[in-house]
């Protein structure tokens, strides 16, 4: 390939630093992933227990020239080679968005090519888009998203690229920082959700009685924070001492499955009404970094499988963040004329449906 001739493919470079991982990546029109560069700052947190924004603002504005220059490399282009260059806006810390928008700016202003900047959670809504279903083939619109990670729990319909509908959600806590919360009680380390998912696989779900909020309700709003709060009660009602190895699997087990009987349970009611407004929707899809949760894939498809409709996820690794689904949601906004000029102004908040009611109790995650 050359490397300062654009060819025929639309290629655009995506930078993501709205939390924990400074990430560059090159991707076409043709839904090649020419380059997906991710250093993670586990190391930097775990002392921590959890992400210190400060330390993860310092982190990014460290590493970020080397993730670019790498991910460029890999690609094998010059930036003359680029169609545009897109960066993770918001919502996230906004210490570490500004790193990357102001790298992104830069980039964009002396090689005089469009910049564009996305919001994060399109980022994770379109990546199936990029990674195709179980054919290959590129995912197509309307469908229904179930966006889960730390810092949100929503349904949505996905009708097309920033046209989106939400359905439901979190009125409390995000499953994610479920997760990760009750992981750090058990002891089990960060990042939590894996660790949870460990420990469950060797442990009875069947053991401790775990409340499913909002389970068997009408509606598709989710809350994770009495699930949360039980498993704190459960801790502190062991013996003295530390928790045992078949305590933390058993506990972590009901956890996974109270979660579990939730998600399957909202998704059934945001299904109903997907059907009714788009009788030609056939798909489910999950997006977010707990859609990496192999047990809450299965649980999911399983949900429709029964409903007759498709259940696709990306890959594991594209489904915690990543600068290759930033790269696909700019290309995505390119094939629209959507790009941004210099002024434009990171955001630590960004709802993906601003037309969406407030949720009672939602605040931020709203």
């Known amino acids: 390939m050359d490397g300062t001739d654009k060819g ?21 029109d043709a839904r090649e992933i020419l380059s997906n560069e991710v250093l993670s700052q586990l190391d930097e947190h775990r002392p921590y227990g959890g992400v ?46 500004l790193v990357g928008v102001m790298t992104a700016k830069a980039i964009a202003s002396v090689h005089k090519i469009p910049f564009i900047g996305v919001n994060h959670l399109e980022g994770h809504a379109l990546t199936v888009r990029l990674t195709g279903d179980d054919d290959g083939k590129a995912v197509k619109f309307p469908y229904l998203l179930l966006l889960v990670s730390g810092g949100h729990c929503q349904l949505l319909i996905v009708a097309g690229a920033g046209n989106y509908k939400r359905l439901g959600t979190t009125i409390d806590d995000a499953l994610g920082e479920a997760f990760d919360k009750s992981a750090k009680m058990m002891g089990l380390g960060y990042p939590g959700g894996p660790a949870v998912e460990r420990y469950a696989s060797r442990g009875d779900c069947d053991r401790f009685d775990l409340p499913r909020p909002l389970w068997k309700r009408a509606g598709c709003n989710f809350s994770f924070s009495g699930l949360k709060t039980k498993v704190r009660q459960q801790i502190e009602n062991f013996p003295p001492g530390p928790m045992s190895e078949q305590d933390k ?118």
């Open 8 to 28: 025929f493919l639309m290629k655009v470079l995506g930078i993501e630093t709205s939390c924990d991982e400074t990430a560059a990546a090159v991707v076409t």
């Open 52 to 97: 210190v924004p400060e330390v993860a603002a310092r982190a990014h504005l460290d590493a970020i020239g080397a993730i670019v220059s790498t991910a460029m490399e890999k690609a094998n282009l010059n930036y003359s080679g680029l169609d545009a260059v897109a960066a993770t806006g918001g919502p996230g810390l906004i210490g570490g968005v």
């Open 249 to 366: 699997n058993d506990l972590c087990a009901s956890f996974q499955k109270a979660a579990g009987d939730v998600l399957v349970d909202r998704c059934a009611n945001a299904i109903d009404i997907f059907l009714d407004l788009h009788p030609e929707g056939r798909t489910l899809v999950v997006a977010g970094g707990v859609a990496a949760n192999l047990e809450l894939r299965r649980r999911l498809t399983s949900l429709a499988n029964d409903r007759d409709i498709d259940f696709i996820a990306p890959p594991v690794h594209l489904c915690t963040d990543n600068a290759a689904m930033i790269a696909w949601a700019g290309i995505e906004r390119l094939q629209l004329g959507q790009t941004d000029d210099m002024d434009f102004r990171p955001r630590p908040r960004w709802p993906l449906d601003p037309d969406a009611p407030t949720a009672a109790g939602a605040g931020v995650k709203a």
